[in-house]
């Protein structure tokens, strides 16, 4: 099983990274505040606008089909359960504490 890496040996290894691109003469550029977002000092365009909502493909047949298949099985009689013959049952005797003394059949 890998040994999981901890943040700080993470954190370490970023910040070696990061030494050696400075290192080998890499830049790092700083930016004003919301600077980043603006292209030629304006917004995207594309960005900004909001479209209109696409009208949805009416559909009744398809959810009359389901609404009936659900309507089905709604309707669906439930099981009837099979009774066994009527015969003598197990009745279990119990004594004041509720441990279990003797075991008797009743009709």
Avoid: C
């Amino acid at each position: 099983m890998k040994k999981r890496v901890s943040k700080k040996e993470l954190r370490d290894s970023l910040n070696q990274d990061i030494e050696q691109y400075l290192e080998k003469g890499g830049e790092v550029h700083e930016y004003q505040r919301g600077e980043s977002g603006l292209d030629n000092g304006r917004y995207h365009e594309t960005s900004m606008t909001f479209e209109q909502r696409q009208e949805r493909t009416p559909v009744p047949e398809v959810l009359k089909a389901i609404d009936e298949r659900r309507e089905a099985r709604k309707k669906t009689p439930p099981k009837k359960s099979t009774r066994r013959a009527q015969g003598p049952k197990k009745k279990v005797i119990y004594d004041d504490f509720g441990e279990p003394l003797r075991v008797i059949w009743e009709d």
